[in-house]
């Protein structure tokens, strides 16, 4: 089993910044790929930005330029650095562990809001 827990969210001002963070623990487990996800009210479940062990990055578009992701692999521990919030990055923040074998582990998930 792995626990996966965030921490980070807050109210900000637009134009703000944030820094997410997310730990993963447990036994036995190596983890592939390590991911944020947001939604916002009334709207389906996305992704935000991705990680892979080797360092490999993928973001969304609506993201690219503003969000950096970054990880610690000794650590287990992701992070989003989110710069020139908008409005619309609104939304409740789930982090997501892949491990090489097993299932998916998500979060409970850390709220952002954004505004003046």
């Known amino acids: 089993q792995v626990q996966v827990v965030e921490s980070g969210g807050g109210l900000v001002q637009p134009g703000g910044s944030l820094r997410l963070s997310c730990a993963a623990s447990g036994r036995g487990f190596s983890i592939n790929t390590m991911g944020w996800y947001r939604q916002a009210p009334g709207k389906q479940r996305e992704l935000v930005a991705t990680?892979?062990?080797?360092?490999?990055?993928n973001y969304a578009d609506s993201v690219k330029g503003r969000f950096t992701i970054s990880r610690d692999n000794a650590k287990n521990t992701v992070y989003l650095q989110m710069n020139s919030l908008k409005p619309e990055d609104t939304a409740v923040y789930y982090c997501?562990?892949?491990?090489?074998?097993?299932?998916?582990?998500w979060g409970q998930g850390t709220q952002v809001t954004v505004s003046s």
């Open positions: 990680i892979t062990s080797g360092g490999r990055t």
């Open positions: 997501n562990v892949d491990p090489y074998v097993g299932p998916l582990y």
